[in-house]
């Protein structure tokens, strides 16, 4: 269904139309800038290699984004595996850790960032299909339904992750930002 393969000028408005979207995604999931871009990049790469993946079934940027997901997913397990073995765990100082303490997105406002450094950290906590639900949700803007399709998931299914995802963060924010509720 994509015709790209042999059409370079098609492949660059492709990449064009979607890849900001894909980033924030990504950026939002793995919290890395680098990282972020090497994914993102892998994405497309994955799209160009094999256009025929797309079956039509669902929008494109919904089939773009369980790909974007899918590769966070894989290297957040390869982040948390490394380092795992008993030398690493012994001396290590505990500076390491992948949590960026200075983490900003590039749509953050200067006066927000300290509320947003808190966001993140709160999200970090929540289980994996909360964390993903609720950034396509409120980062994302996509409906239940389209997250539904991003996930695999039913539309009763991701409205439950939902309402999980802000009852854990109401609790987690509650203790980590004094004075809101």
């Known amino acids: 269904m994509l015709q ?4 370079p000028t098609a492949y660059r408005a492709f990449i ?12 939002n999931k793995v919290q890395q800038p680098e990282d972020a871009e090497e994914i993102t990049q892998d ?6 290699r094999k256009p025929e993946a797309f079956r039509g079934e669902a929008a ?13 997913i894989d290297h957040l397990r390869k982040k948390n595996s490394r380092g795992k073995n008993l030398f690493t765990r012994l ?3 505990g500076r ?11 749509g ?6 300290e509320q947003t450094v808190f966001l993140f950290k709160a999200l970090k906590q929540l289980p994996g299909k909360q964390h993903t639900a609720w950034i396509l949700s409120e980062l994302d803007n996509r409906t239940n339904r389209e997250i539904s399709e991003i996930m695999a998931l039913t539309v009763p299914a991701v409205e439950s992750l939902l309402f999980r995802a802000r009852q854990n963060l109401r609790k987690i924010l509650s203790g980590m ?3 809101e509720k």
Request: with cysteine.
């Open 91 to 93: 001396f290590s100082s």
């Open 177 to 179: 930002y004094p004075g």
């Open 4 to 7: 790209f393969r042999d059409d």
């Open 43 to 48: 994405v497309f790469i994955d799209v160009f």
């Open 96 to 106: 390491e850790k992948e949590e960026p303490a200075d983490f900003i997105h590039p």
């Open 60 to 72: 494109v940027s919904t089939w773009l984004y369980r790909i974007a997901l899918n590769k966070c």
């Open 16 to 27: 064009l139309e979607h890849q900001d979207r894909v980033f924030n995604l990504v950026l």
């Open 108 to 113: 953050v406002l200067s006066e927000n960032r």
